[in-house]
């Protein structure tokens, strides 16, 4: 992250403006850590990804478990989650299994994956069910994603399972399409670190009628889910986000194999565009640079995402929430001063050669706009050289 404390004159920014230097932020030992020797070479990643729970992402994530221990690996459960299903049960087999933890949580007792006990025995291979995991409240780590981030630092190969509804630059989409907000979600550099992704597909009629037959969720709690979540469009959605993005995955591994492992990026060698999102301390920031990041992914180019700080510091919680958000998502983070946030804005743009902005809706009324233009508004009359993308305001809006 790159935080500069100038605050440039507005009438400066104007006289500079025709792609002068700005004297704005800029990145600051972002390849200091490029070179870094590794101790130990990487475990590898496999992810076996699903539109939504009851596919069978468990049951193949163990049934690869036991072919890779018949070809003779050292194959071990960090942690599965059977949710009583017998089948995924029985699947389990001669697997070893290493004992979960127990954390003391407001007088209950929570189960979560020994970590240290998976890195003290050190398998060749283990498997970690359900990657979108928030663990109990004084864990070494906050995410299950960070533990398995751990292993493969260590050198062990781990096999895991995730549902497309978890994944948090899809957040805003998932929600419009089922009236459900994710809470646990994993950053998509995860998954695009992964280097397999095995896709567990069936129909969303063969889905519902697992559920039916009481094969997902007990009796009582299938009809509800069928009616609710899992009705026939929401999983035909789902669906199609899933196909999509690991469609995206093999995609981007082609190109990988076409160039060779050590190539840069295709968008740093050949690709035009580049995409800022604006964001502030409003309700809707997140969804203002998730968008940013859909369409930075859309057309393969890098992402900066910039605030502007004036006068009083953003609000405390939400701010940083935004920034960390915009740093898991893989942007170019950038926290600048400037007395004018507008040109504060086309300044950096300018610099930056920017040629896709993004930035949210503006939530004045018509009368205040009248008299106090907002930051979109001002952006739209200034000469930037970019498309401006302007990201609508719900309100019911969360980060």
């Known amino acids: 992250m790159t935080i500069s404390d100038h605050r440039p004159d507005p009438e400066e920014l104007l006289d500079r403006y025709q792609l002068r230097d700005t004297a704005l932020a800029t990145p600051a030992d972002e390849d200091a850590t490029a070179d870094a020797s590794e101790p130990r070479r990487r475990g590898r990643l496999r992810i076996y990804l699903g539109m939504a729970a009851g596919v069978g992402k468990t049951y193949a994530m163990l049934n690869e478990g036991h072919r890779r221990k018949a070809r003779g690996a050292d194959v071990v459960i960090g942690l599965v989650e059977t949710h009583h299903r017998p089948l995924t049960e029985q699947q389990i087999g001669d697997l070893e299994v290493i004992p979960r933890r127990q954390v003391m949580y407001r007088g209950a007792t929570l189960e979560e994956m020994d970590t240290a006990a998976v890195l003290a025995r050190h398998p060749q291979v283990v498997l970690v069910d359900e990657l979108a995991h928030t663990n109990a409240p004084g864990s070494p780590h906050a995410k299950r994603y960070q533990d398995v981030e751990e292993l493969r630092d260590a050198g062990i190969t781990v096999i895991t399972t995730l549902n497309i509804q978890h994944l948090e630059g899809l957040n805003d989409i998932i929600e419009s399409i089922t009236g459900v907000r994710q809470r646990e979600t994993v950053p998509d550099g995860v998954l695009d670190s992964a280097d397999e992704i095995e896709l567990v597909d069936i129909s969303p009629d063969a889905l519902r009628a697992r559920m039916r037959h009481g094969n997902v969720y007990p009796?009582?709690?299938?009809?509800?889910?069928?009616?609710?979540?899992?009705?026939?469009?929401?999983?035909?959605?789902?669906?199609?986000?899933?196909?999509?993005?690991?469609?995206?995955?093999?995609?981007?591994?082609?190109?990988?194999?076409?160039?060779?492992?050590?190539?840069?990026?295709?968008?740093?060698?050949?690709?035009?565009?580049?995409?800022?999102?604006?964001?502030?301390?409003?309700?809707?920031?997140?969804?203002?640079?998730?968008?940013?990041?859909?369409?930075?992914?859309?057309?393969?180019?890098?992402?900066?995402?910039?605030?502007?700080?004036?006068?009083?510091?953003?609000?405390?919680?939400?701010?940083?929430?935004?920034?960390?958000?915009?740093?898991?998502?893989?942007?170019?983070?950038?926290?600048?001063?400037?007395?004018?946030?507008a040109l504060t804005l086309a300044a950096l743009a300018r610099e930056h050669h920017i040629t896709q902005l993004v930035i949210g809706q503006p939530t004045r009324s018509r009368w205040e706009e009248f008299w106090h233009p907002s930051v979109a508004n001002r952006l739209l009359r200034l000469p930037l050289g970019a498309a401006i993308h302007i990201v609508p305001a719900r309100k019911d809006a969360e980060t």
């Open 219 to 341: 009796a009582d709690k299938a009809q509800l889910a069928l009616d609710r979540y899992f009705t026939q469009s929401n999983l035909t959605a789902l669906r199609e986000l899933t196909l999509r993005r690991a469609a995206e995955k093999t995609e981007d591994q082609l190109e990988a194999l076409m160039r060779g492992r050590d190539a840069e990026p295709l968008w740093g060698a050949v690709a035009t565009e580049r995409v800022m999102v604006c964001f502030d301390s409003t309700p809707h920031a997140g969804q203002v640079v998730r968008a940013g990041w859909r369409l930075a992914r859309g057309l393969h180019a890098p992402l900066l995402a910039v605030t502007v700080v004036r006068g009083r510091v953003h609000g405390p919680q939400l701010l940083p929430d935004v920034m960390r958000l915009a740093e898991d998502l893989g942007a170019e983070v950038y926290r600048v001063s400037g007395s004018d946030i």
